[in-house]
């Protein structure tokens, strides 16, 4: 499992350098590095991460991807309560881990 983790450079804290090195394959690995085995639920986030960032050039903040979430997937899927439980270690730091983006500014 980890000969594609080893193949691509990344952080101190995880992220991928280069965001095109991403795809699937190395979002479960990423995935399982956090303890996460990934959903249909989660693919759902992971693709939204990244279509927001390739629109916008920036990583959403939690407010901003709640409401994004909110309008793309529907009332149910848009609150932090449902984010945090797909991703315990927040939905915006961990999300874009897994998605290949860079770290988001406000993680400290």
Known sequence: MQATLDRVKRDRHGYLRNPADWNEDLAAELAAEEDLC???RHWEILHL?????ATYDITPNTRVLVRTVREQLGESRGTSMYLMKLFPGGAVKQGCKIAGLPRPSQCF
């Open 49 to 53: 991460l990244r279509g927001f960032h």
């Open 38 to 40: 990934l959903t249909p």
